[in-house]
């Protein structure tokens, strides 16, 4: 049974490193993921939200960043859903996990590994 975790997950790695970042939907390319802008028609206290969020997870833009806020423990390894894409990994921090949800404590980070084999932060 552990070989055949071990394949799976070295599989979902490899797969997960193959995956491209999504293109931008622009009037030329409507098909491409759309990218979606919180100061547009939303309101005011949910992008005073989004800002502190930005501020709060600024440092995990570098892995360290995170597992020093305490995101340490691996939820997930790499997931692929082609031809959608991938999830990434998922590191969560237990101290947050509590069954609420709380904009300014996160339970998870979510990471895309890079080819260069180091990991993009990539959402919450």
Known sequence: MRKVLAAFVVLAVAACESVA??????????SAVPVL???QNTPAAVNQQLAALRRLTAPFHNFQGSQDAG?????????????IGAMGFHYIN???V???VTPLEPE?????PRK?????????
């Open 71 to 83: 995101y340490t423990v691996l939820a997930t390894g790499c997931r692929e859903n082609q031809p």
């Open 98 to 100: 509590d069954g609420t």
């Open 108 to 112: 998870l980070v979510i990471y895309e």
């Open 116 to 124: 260069n084999g180091q990991l993009r932060f990539v959402g919450v």
């Open 94 to 96: 237990l101290a947050y």
């Open 21 to 30: 970042e999504p293109e931008v939907a622009t009037r030329d390319s409507p």
């Open 37 to 39: 802008n919180a100061s």
